[in-house]
């Protein structure tokens, strides 16, 4: 089972945040049959919103979205308190080589673009409050990067983002996948920023740790090393879609009388298709009809 763990260091100047998301990751390929260049942007930035997200409270949410110019067209991840995480690709079936070194060129398929985080409150409960969005042009297009940089530059948390995902060829694909999100909150001092900046410079790759049986904390050993930590909590992680049958015949209920008679005149029914997991949902004649009853 996947899962998030929250830690801290250094008297607290240190949080570290570690999550394997193997199960989530191959989830979210095996909705949306994506490339595997693709596979791995929509993986790596699921983990990422997932970490991001996980200082969140019970309403919350956090989506990261990249809107860029490169194959992939853009890519989306939103998370909420709870661990679950929804994501998708504009271009599922985009790809591009590997680098010369065999790995994912995602900065490749990214290309130029802006990384949008827009944090969202009470949103179950339908409170209204403006999100806050922060932006930031894309610097790096291999996303652990770009989260890095949008944490220093627009909620100002130096950080070091660690993302990987790696894919097998079978079935369900994903042999890794996971990351890990250091934060120095006020007050840390430099001798330890040296230190983790060091112990992350020369650690094994994530991917190949998780795949080795890393766990969550183990991936938090790999970034902080020698340093003593304390675990705050951890929790599971799955990938979850809002969506249902429910939800659709809401949205529909609310285009009113006159556009669900006309949907019933030219289509017979409708159908409504749901980006974030790629599932459908059909609405029959008969279904529009007893809507209108209802109405
Ligand atoms: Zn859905």
Do not use: W
């Not at 570290?16 to 942007?41: K, M, N």
């Not at 990249?66 to 998370?79: L, N």
């Not at 969005?133 to 989260?147: K, Q």
């Not at 969550?216 to 990938?239: H, N, W």
């Amino acid at each position: 089972m996947d899962k998030l763990i929250h830690g801290t260091a250094a008297d607290g100047t240190v949080r570290v945040l570690a999550a394997i998301t193997t199960d989530t990751t191959a989830e979210a390929i095996r909705r949306h049959g994506t490339s595997p260049t693709a596979s791995a942007a929509l993986g790596r930035l699921m983990t990422g919103a997932l970490l991001l997200g996980s200082t969140l409270k019970n309403d919350d949410r956090l989506t990261t979205r990249i809107e860029c110019a490169g194959p992939i067209g853009g890519v989306t991840a939103e998370a909420n308190a709870a661990g679950e995480v929804r994501g998708f690709v504009k271009e599922p079936l985009a790809e591009v080589p590997l680098k010369p070194n065999g790995k994912f060129d995602v900065s490749g398929i990214v290309g130029e673009g802006m990384l949008h985080v827009i944090r969202e409150a009470g949103v179950k409960i339908g409170m209204k409050h403006e999100p806050y969005v922060g932006s930031v042009p894309i610097t790096s297009g291999e996303i652990a990067e770009d989260l890095a940089y949008y944490l220093a530059k627009s909620e100002q948390i130096p950080s070091a983002v660690l993302l990987g995902v790696l894919l097998n060829n079978r079935e369900p694909f994903v042999a890794a996948s996971g990351g890990v999100l250091v934060q120095m909150m006020p007050g840390a001092n430099d001798h330890i920023i040296t230190m983790i900046e060091d112990t992350i410079i020369h650690a094994p790759h994530i991917t190949e740790a998780i795949r080795e049986g890393a766990g969550t904390e183990d991936l938090v050993k790999l970034a902080l090393g020698v340093i003593d930590y304390e675990i705050l909590y951890e929790k599971p992680v799955s990938f979850k879609c809002s969506c249902s049958n429910e939800r659709a015949l809401k949205t529909i209920a609310s285009l009113g009388r006159d556009e669900i008679k006309s949907i019933i005149e030219h289509d017979g029914g409708a159908t409504m298709h749901c980006g974030y997991c790629n599932e459908s949902f059909v609405v029959s004649g008969d279904d529009l009809r007893q809507m209108l009853v209802q109405l």
